[in-house]
């Protein structure tokens, strides 16, 4: 048996689920955008839980910030995140690195990603 190819660094999509609000989110920020430099084939988005309710809703965020991590329409992680550098840059390389980690069986999250993705389309 072949192990299987990682995947494309395109099909990867990283969410940051924050609000304009709350300090951490606004000091994380920087330190999301310095981690996206690191992995130029991937797609990053900040998403204001308050800007965009509509395109999160029936998903309620209480913790900030909260990642989600995407290989094409399939969600791998979901949930809260210590907001350092190395901690994200660890997750997205594991994350395009092992390509046997399951996807989330969860229906709601799996719509979430399909939202975010035509929301916002590749440029």
């Not at 130029?40 to 308050?50: K, M």
């Not at 995407?70 to 994350?95: E, M, Y």
Request: hydrophobic fraction near 45%; proline fraction near 10%; include cysteine.
């Amino acid at each position: 048996m072949t192990p299987a190819a990682p995947p494309s660094t395109a099909a990867v999509l990283v969410v940051c689920l924050c609000a304009e609000w709350c300090g951490v989110c606004r000091d994380y920020r920087q330190r999301f955008a310095q981690v996206q430099t690191q992995f130029p084939g991937v797609r990053f988005l900040w998403i204001d839980v308050e800007d965009e309710a509509d395109l999160l809703d029936p998903l309620d965020v209480e913790d900030f910030p909260t990642l989600l991590l995407a290989v094409g329409d399939k969600p791998h992680f979901f949930g809260p995140l210590t907001p350092q550098t190395d901690t994200l840059a660890r997750l997205v390389r594991s994350l395009i690195e092992n390509t046997s980690t399951p996807a989330l069986a969860d229906p709601s999250l799996t719509a979430l990603v399909a939202r975010i993705r035509a929301a916002h389309p590749f440029l």
